[in-house]
């Protein structure tokens, strides 16, 4: 069986500080690997997705940027937090139909 | 602009009654999936639909592409079934992009 683990569960961060949100497929090869945001009391919002290692499409300007090292990994970071990446932070595997998401991370940047 | 209209934004149900949610899409979209929030805030896949409709249980969704909306029918609600729920629509034109319902929270009152 497939398994999506995201790491960490949450977080607090300083503003202008570094930020690096991991995410784990198992159980699947060359899965479509996608980050999904929430801003608090906004709508979830696509920001990444990927198809294979290397390869990365951005959808939303975020300020933030997506890396997959691995076939199995997708890591969402950035060097300078603002206060608006505050919320919540899925990531979320399909290999075609509906995608499966893992537990979330939230974020508070202060 | 924004693709998904969600309604209603908030919907009480006493015990044992049914109503339905909908979203409305501003142009056509090739699937529809709804979710539900779960107490972590990751979201938990409820129906995967590319046209018609599909039945789980108490639950029931329909999907039509031509006249851009989408359906969820709850039918004898129990007091679990409180939580939020979301829709989020998938265009032919980006790969596995969706767009999300502003969510619609349901209350299930004894």
């Known amino acids: 069986a497939q398994t999506i683990h995201q790491w960490p569960v949450a977080e607090i961060k300083a503003v202008g500080s570094p930020l690096s949100l991991g995410c784990t497929i198992k159980?699947?090869?060359?899965?479509?690997l996608y980050w999904y945001w929430q801003a608090t009391g906004g709508t979830l919002q696509q920001l990444f997705y990927?198809?294979?290692?290397?390869?990365v499409e951005s959808v939303v300007q975020l300020n933030l940027s997506a890396s997959r090292p691995k076939d199995d990994q997708f890591i969402l970071s950035t060097e300078k937090l603002l206060l608006s990446h505050s919320g919540f932070y899925l990531c979320?595997?399909?290999?075609?139909?509906?995608?499966?998401f893992g537990e979330g991370t939230r974020l508070s940047v202060l | 602009g924004d693709q998904v209209e969600q309604s209603p934004s908030a919907l009480s149900l006493h015990e044992g009654t049914g109503s339905a949610l909908r979203c409305n899409f501003t142009?056509?979209?090739?699937?529809v999936q709804w979710f539900r929030k779960n107490s972590r805030g990751s979201l938990i896949n409820l129906f995967y639909?590319?046209?018609g409709t599909k039945e789980n249980g108490r639950l029931k969704s329909a999907f039509d592409s031509k006249e851009r909306y989408s359906t969820l029918h709850i039918r004898d609600a129990q007091l679990e079934d409180s939580g939020t729920y979301f829709c989020?629509?998938?265009?032919?034109?980006?790969?596995?992009?969706?767009?999300f319902g502003a969510g619609t929270q349901l209350i299930v009152i004894p």
């Open positions: 639909l590319a046209s």
């Open positions: 142009t056509t979209m090739r699937a």
């Open positions: 159980g699947k090869s060359s899965p479509n």
């Open positions: 979320a595997w399909s290999s075609g139909e509906a995608p499966l």
């Open positions: 989020a629509a998938e265009r032919g034109s980006a790969l596995g992009r969706l767009h």
């Open positions: 990927s198809i294979t290692v290397g390869q």
